[in-house]
Structures are given as C-alpha cells and as structure tokens.
C-alpha cells in the first residue's frame, strides 16, 4: 500500500498562473480533505469529500475547487494563484470522518 | 460553534523534564479527540485518540469532561519528541477541528 501520495510535492507559481494538485490514495477510503498549513494557523480546512462525486466547502474555500471523479483521486485546482495561496497542502483520507491519513505534503509558493 | 484551542506556540523543554501540552475544546455533544504529531518536514500521524486510552512513545492523554481539555502527557521528554503537537476534535460534522499547533522543543 502506497498509502496517500500527493503530486507534485513542490511548486512555483506566477500569480495567475492555474495549477492541480493530485492526491490519491489506495485504502479504499470514502473520506478524502485538502488542508493548507500555514505558520501560527495550524491547519485549515479547504474542501473535503465524503464519497466519490460529492465534495463540500471547508473553512477556507475561497479561490480553490476541487473534484472527486474516482473514489482514489481528490483533484484541488487553483484558477488564478494569488501570493496569498503560498502555502504547504495537505491531503487526508480517511475509512470514518475522524481518524485521518495524511499525505506527505505539497509546498506551493505563489510570487 | 466547534473549536479546539492550543493556547501555547511554543513549548521548551530539557531533555528528561516532564511535558504538557494543553488543548481545550468547545464542541456540542461528545466530541473524539486526537493527537497528531508531525516531525520535521513529514506527514501529519496520529498519535493518539482518547477513545483507546493509549499510551504511544511514553506520551498519554486524558480527556477531562469538566474542564473540557486533553492535555497530553509525558513524564521525561526526549530529544526525539520534538515536534509540532497538533490537538484535534471530531464527531457528527464528517470532519475534524484542528488546533493552532504547538510547536515542543526538547534542549539537551
């Protein structure tokens, strides 16, 4: 088992530019979240899923959307990256809403 | 509304002295909290749940109903234990509350 993989793990950007980040995971899980981490704010929640087909808005969904088309995949999609969105991302899955598999991280930075 | 509060940043210690890491929650109905610890530049792992009444890594945390807190415990700290600590709650809203974080720094 892979566990949850993230791609890519790192990233620059232009402000404006549009990029994806891939998380996968192989544990046949129904839950799956995207996380931005940022220093003194610990982890905020960007949008999650809670089945293949369904994603729902977090606390801090603005200027992201994201796609649940496969059960594995949890795709988080930038339009028009902002300085703002320099950040490191998490990707969680999880079988029950509450024990959460991280995966390693992508460090986006946004100039 | 929901909410989990790590009211330290930063938490210095010696090597061998006893740690305590606070979390207080504000949650409606019973809330499953979480430890998650993560090492530098790693992944997010769950250290413990208060459901199992565990100990991981000498570390343990008890849930206290009265002062609505799950302060995790260590009685000698470890120069491997430095890490930032999060506290996180969950229940009926198919996601979890995460804390601010703390950051523990173990001198030796």
């Known amino acids: 088992n892979a566990g949850v993989t993230q791609t890519p793990k790192f990233r620059v950007l232009k402000t404006g530019q549009s990029m994806t980040l891939l998380c996968a995971q192989d544990?046949?899980?129904?839950?799956m979240y995207w996380y931005r981490q940022d220093p003194g704010m610990g982890l905020r929640l960007i949008h999650y899923?809670?089945?293949?087909?369904?994603?729902a808005k977090g606390e801090v969904p603005d200027g992201y959307n994201v796609s649940r088309l496969k059960k594995q995949n949890f795709l988080l999609g930038l339009e028009s990256a902002a300085p703002s969105q320099t950040s490191v991302y998490f990707c969680a899955s999880t079988p029950n809403p509450n024990e959460q598999f991280f995966g390693p991280g992508t460090r986006l930075t946004v100039l | 509304a929901q909410r989990v509060t790590q009211p330290e940043k930063l938490l210095s210690v010696f090597k061998g002295a006893p740690v305590e890491l606070k979390c207080n929650y504000s949650?409606?109905?019973?809330?499953?909290l979480f430890w998650y610890v993560q090492y530098s530049r790693q992944r997010l792992q769950l250290l413990l749940r208060h459901i199992s009444r565990e100990s991981i890594k000498g570390f343990t945390a008890d849930l206290n109903k009265g002062e609505t807190s799950f302060h995790l415990k260590k009685p000698f700290a470890q120069e491997e234990d430095s890490a930032m600590y999060y506290c996180?709650?969950?229940?009926?809203?198919?996601?979890?509350?995460f804390g601010t974080g703390t950051l523990l720094a173990v001198q030796p």
């Open positions: 544990m046949n899980h129904e839950y």
């Open positions: 949650y409606s109905g019973s809330p499953e």
């Open positions: 899923s809670v089945g293949e087909g369904t994603t």
């Open positions: 996180a709650g969950g229940g009926a809203t198919n996601k979890l509350i």
